[in-house]
């Protein structure tokens, strides 16, 4: 399998491959898609039978150190020669039944805008790619001040929905995983009123009263930097260092509630904070990487609350996992990443993680 990276700063470059692609896969930033759309065409005028799915980001990842440079990658698209009858896109409605698997096993890049039930819809859509399959993606975000998250799909831009790549595992594996560095402490706090994604009453008591006294007064710009991570805990699971994360996207002083960037659904029953593990703790996680053996291309789909939790220290933390995963990387900055954890064999909707996707030939 043959692949190459490009950016709108080397466009001249997108029609000077040593093969004939016949898909990209994309990430624009928010606000570019003027840019990104003279790039697709001039890519269609070069490869006019390439299959083009993206989707927004709000900083991308490019594979040259430091990975971060947001003056010059603001639209990437990484060209594959895949087989033609080995892959199959298409767009996908989510108030419908999920697009049908074409293959008898496989895995899927599943891009997305946010949407109430995204969870359901990721179950659904794995259990119809056959044994060991595994869906994999982002969700598209945030918005900026004059753009709404979007995807991209062969020359049109959406703005509901999602895109699906079915990918035939007996020709291209995938392997992937979610990590974040934080752990659970504290009591747990039954969630006891919620209605999608706000919390009400944290133990039947009003919810923000309930966080600020464990915490203190929350501030918008520690709101805006992802600075309070919980954990949101299922029913009947025991919560330790792999379970989900979400961070607070706002509060209402008026009524004392917290909304989440994550929906609290009838599965969920309580919260409990989270704080960063040590550092010794963090290595230990970061191990796991190495022993993922990743091959082929390998995508970095990483949580804007990690880019603004690690703030001016994020291109560190990417160097380093870069030497964990023994591979350079190339990928962005979203909403949300679909994966399996760490200690999972089935894909979630992420939170606050850094997720590593590779894509590889089998031989």
């Not at 930033?29 to 993206?54: S, T």
């Not at 309070?228 to 008026?254: A, Q």
């Not at 029953?269 to 703790?281: F, H, N, P, V």
């Amino acid at each position: 399998m043959k692949y190459k990276i490009v950016s709108n700063f080397d466009k001249d470059s997108m029609c000077q491959l040593d093969f004939v692609p016949t898909l990209a896969i994309a990430f624009y930033v928010n606000g570019y898609k003027d840019v990104f759309l003279e790039c697709y065409n001039h890519i269609i005028k070069c490869f006019p039978n390439i299959n083009v799915m993206g989707a927004s980001s709000e900083t991308n990842i490019f594979h040259t150190l430091p990975y971060i440079d947001t003056q010059k990658h603001n639209c990437i698209f990484v060209f594959l020669d895949l087989i033609d009858k080995f892959y199959s896109i298409s767009k996908v409605n989510m108030n419908l039944e999920s697009n049908s698997n074409p293959f008898n096993s496989a895995n899927a890049i599943f891009f997305s805008l946010p949407y109430t039930h995204i969870e359901n819809k990721i179950q659904n859509i794995e259990s119809k790619l056959g044994d060991s399959g595994n869906v994999y993606g982002v969700l598209s975000g945030p918005p900026n001040k004059n753009e709404l998250p979007s995807l991209f799909y062969n020359g049109e831009f959406l703005e509901k929905g999602g895109i699906i790549c079915h990918i035939d595992s007996s020709k291209y594996g995938m392997n992937g995983i979610s990590l974040h560095t934080f752990e659970p402490i504290g009591l747990r706090l039954e969630i006891t009123k919620a209605d999608k994604y706000t919390i009400y009453e944290l133990e039947n008591r009003l919810a923000l009263d309930v966080i600020e006294e464990i915490i203190g007064k929350i501030e918008q710009d520690e709101i805006e930097s992802f600075s309070h991570p919980f954990f949101l805990i299922g029913k009947n699971e025991n919560v330790d260092e792999y379970s989900l994360l979400s961070s607070i996207c706002k509060i209402n002083r008026k009524d004392k509630s917290i909304t989440l960037y994550r929906e609290i659904t009838d599965e969920h029953s309580a919260l409990k904070l989270a704080i960063s593990i040590s550092t010794e703790d963090e290595k230990l996680k970061l191990k796991k990487l190495e022993d993922r053996s990743f091959k082929g291309l390998l995508f970095l789909f990483a949580c804007i609350g990690v880019k603004r939790f690690y703030g001016d220290h994020e291109h560190m933390k990417l160097m380093l996992l870069s030497k964990k995963v023994k591979s350079k990387f190339v990928g962005c900055h979203v909403y949300g990443e679909i994966a399996p954890s760490i200690n999972k064999t089935y894909s979630q909707l992420q939170n606050h993680t850094f997720t590593f996707v590779s894509l590889f030939e089998i031989e």
